[in-house]
């Protein structure tokens, strides 16, 4: 019994920087709160993001 199985290239995975990890995580910096400093269904404009 003979199966006719389509074979595909491997196609070597890649990266893509986007800059450095320290760079793009800046955006929370410079408050205190963390998301436990907000009680559950705090509207979105009452949070506090950067």
Known sequence: MEQNVEKH???TPSLTVHGSI???T???A???ALDASFPAH???GEL???
Do not use: D, L
Request: proline share 6%; glycine share 16%.
């Open 9 to 11: 290239e491997y196609e």
């Open 22 to 24: 320290e760079t793009i």
């Open 26 to 28: 800046q955006g929370g």
């Open 30 to 32: 410079g408050s205190t």
């Open 42 to 44: 705090t509207p979105v």
């Open 48 to 50: 506090t993001f950067s």
